[in-house]
């Protein structure tokens, strides 16, 4: 077990001694021990301190955000993480109502700066809101393409790499590498379309209901499925 910062993998695995890895799974995004966690500050169902840090590593917390980020930038990183359309909105709102301390305070004030006409909510209003603060307190765009431009390094020669994101913006950048390093011969894509739970899985597990799983093999292993040569 080599606990660290994914965004490091190229240094973690060579500090490792292993030989090139044969597989890569990334299972990515929350679990769901920290989201069952109030004391974490990821849900806004569970009353708890405004925290949303995944691991040791992240120097600010929501708290710090939701507290002191100017409204432009607050508005902006809500937009960006999870295309909010009400992010000026919940920004100014948020503003507003500060000092905020915990989760449901913070989620109080997003449901209430969401317009009511927007009609009933499928999820909940606050939903966008703490992802895309979890997003930016734990840079996890940044780190993800990090791991992704360290992956193919760590691999053997026909390694396969398995990613499993959980919204659009990080399947979109593992859906982009994959499909640079198949044209540039570097890998072979095994998955052409994104592969989603089945129906039963997300009976028994609904928390799977938004995973999108996409899967390559590193090109240059001798009768690999990618049949490219060294
Ligand atoms: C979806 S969970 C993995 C769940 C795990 N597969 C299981 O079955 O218990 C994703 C995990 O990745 C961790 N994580 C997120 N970003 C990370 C990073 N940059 N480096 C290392 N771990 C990270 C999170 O803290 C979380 O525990």
Redesign the pocket.
Known sequence: MIEG???QLDALYRASGLPPADGLIA?????SM?LDDAARGFSFYLAGPLDMR??PDAETSAEDWVNFAAEKELADVIYKFSEERHSRRIARAIVKARPIRTTTELAQVVTRAIPSRAGLHQIHPATRTFMALRLAV?Q?LE?LQALLDQTLGVLAPGGRAVFIAFHSLEDRLVKQAFRRWHQEGRAHLLTKHVVRPAETEIQANPRSRSAKLRATEKAGAEGSRSGHRG
């Open positions: 910062n994914f965004s299972d990515l995004g929350l679990s920290q995944m691991g734990n996890e780190n």
